[in-house]
């Protein structure tokens, strides 16, 4: 693939590789003579069409693949286009087919079920549980099934289902957010169980809950802890595609004790949202749209519980109209949009409450996701899925563009004190995918650390507790606090001294410790310390 695949699979019987890269195009690849065998490709330039994983069947013949919300098959090595599967995979598997090649491990409504491979028939409901995935036949024979299903790893008998093991592998962390200025901390494994910690007092956490029965997959945090923004529905990853393109829900939640009130400000407005985010000041809630035509924002004045007229946006280059993120700046004046698609990134003047100007995106750029800006105001980070872009915002001009090894940029911060940018690089794709945390040094535009951080994809990074750590959380859910400190590495050496003893007369050749000063040039690091 012309920029690297995303990720590989080989069929049972040894006849074909199959690779896709992250949009559009998938290869078929003969393991005999490592010839190309056929190349599907399913959308163009100008028209992304998500794509992966790819498997090929246990006997060779048949291909399958997630596109765009569909699981879509072909024939090999013709690649002749079939009816497409009606069910949905296990995310986050590789081998959910059974090794005689006519049943898999399908995604119910309630829990994993087993289907025939053939026209998707429930054949047997295999247990309820709100999370599955992985999942994984025994090889050959395929007389066992491991899965993992809320936060438990079962080995199943593939016929009776019953339990021959059961491990408990703990909650995974599936959701976090932090406040603006990192004062406060939100993470849980799903919307009944979440744990709230303030950073300012020792990091001791609160748990709260929400009502049963949501599927949560996005919150923001106020500044203040007391209020929690949630996006429900379903989260546009590689997993979830094929809910397509159902409206997801936003919603305000006042946190009252150890239990989430929600609140009625938002249920007006509350359909088909993508995005949204607090400003410093307490004072406003935006939220962009999801599958809206034109794409917009909306800005919720908190203290008077009303919701301003919809500041239209300019739309993508598809006609695609998601707003995947919203962020304030420090002084909540400017509220900046990364649309789709989009040619640029509009920024709003919150009080005028229209688009104050454009930041042209260079070239045939790919989707901005994420914005941030600098605590002065002065820059806006844009994460794209190749770079970092670094505007200047008073000047309205791009300064400078930066990259790193690691991979397509996802979830961007900046640090207090606006000297260093954190971001997440992703490389690979769905069970494959490996993230980075990646910390730049924003004067030189050079990278001073990159560490692998979570397998998957991310849900975020935050500077916490005054910039002294970065949390990140990850799809494999993990939520990982990382210690940031400016710490020179103290070399000691052994010299004579010449003044000798402050009391008595020196004496050769006596022999003393002395630590030299840390280096001015000596380089941020960081550890994994929870």
């Known amino acids: 693939h012309k920029e690297g695949a995303a990720g590989l699979c080989v069929d049972g019987k040894g006849k074909w590789i199959v690779t896709w890269a992250r949009w559009n195009k998938i290869n078929v690849w003969s393991l005999a003579d490592g010839s190309l065998a056929n190349t599907l490709d399913l959308g163009t330039d100008n028209n992304f069409m998500s794509v992966g994983p790819a498997f090929p069947t246990p006997d060779g013949a048949f291909l399958w693949a997630h596109c765009e919300g569909e699981v879509r098959r072909w024939s090999l090595p013709a690649a002749a286009a079939l009816e497409n599967f009606p069910r949905q995979l296990i995310p986050r598997s590789t081998a959910f087919f059974h090794p005689e090649g006519k049943l898999c491990v399908v995604q119910g409504e309630r829990g994993a079920e087993i289907a025939s491979m053939a026209d998707g ?33 079962l080995v199943l008998d593939s016929r009776s289902g019953g339990k021959v093991l059961s491990e408990d592998l703990g909650s995974p962390c599936r959701i976090a957010e932090a406040s603006p200025g990192g004062a406060w901390l939100v993470w849980g494994p799903d919307w009944q169980n979440l744990e709230l910690a303030d950073l300012k007092k020792g990091g001791k956490g609160t748990k709260i809950a929400g009502e049963a029965g949501s599927n949560l997959w996005y919150i923001a945090l106020d500044p203040r802890g007391k209020l929690i923004a949630a996006i429900q529905g379903f989260r546009p990853s590689y997993s979830s595609y094929a809910y397509g393109r159902r409206s997801n829900l936003g919603s305000l939640w006042q946190i009252d004790g150890k239990r989430l009130k929600r609140s009625s400000a938002f249920d007006k407005e509350a359909d088909s949202v993508g995005s949204v985010a607090f400003s410093p000041d307490g004072q406003w809630l935006a939220a962009g749209s999801r599958f809206v035509d034109p794409p917009h924002v909306k800005l919720l004045s908190l203290k008077a519980g009303k919701f301003r007229p919809p500041i239209r946006l300019p739309l993508g280059r598809s006609g695609n109209t998601n707003v995947h993120a919203v962020a304030f700046d420090e002084k909540s004046k400017l509220l900046a949009a990364a649309v789709d698609l989009g040619r640029s990134v509009p920024v709003v003047d919150v009080a005028e409450g229209k688009i104050a100007f454009e930041l042209p995106l260079p070239g045939d750029y790919p989707s901005p996701r994420e914005l941030a800006f600098s605590p002065a105001g002065s820059l806006l980070a844009v994460s794209t899925y190749g770079e970092v872009l670094l505007y200047d915002v008073e000047a309205r001009r791009l300064k400078k563009k930066l990259r790193s090894e690691g991979g397509s940029a996802e979830h961007i ?52 507790a005054e910039g002294k750590l970065i949390a990140t959380a990850g799809y494999d859910g993990a939520l990982r606090l990382w210690s940031l400190e400016k710490k020179a590495s103290t070399r000691r050496e052994i010299a004579p001294d010449p003044r000798g003893p402050p009391s008595a007369p020196a004496r050769a050749g006596r022999q003393v410790r002395r630590e030299r000063r840390p280096s001015p040039r000596s380089r941020p690091r960081f550890d994994l310390c929870g």
Do not use: C, N
């Open 121 to 153: 028939k429930i054949l047997r409901k295999l247990l309820d549980a709100a999370d599955v995935g992985p999942a994984a036949y025994q090889p050959e024979k395929g007389k066992l099934l491991a899965l993992v299903a809320d936060g438990k790893l």
């Open 413 to 464: 911060a900046f640090s207090p004190d606006g000297k260093l940018l954190a971001w997440t690089a992703s490389s690979g794709w769905g069970s494959l995918e490996l993230t980075r945390l990646v910390l730049m040094d924003v004067a030189a535009g050079a990278e001073v650390k990159s560490i692998p951080a979570h397998s998957g994809g991310t849900t975020g990074v935050f500077f916490v």
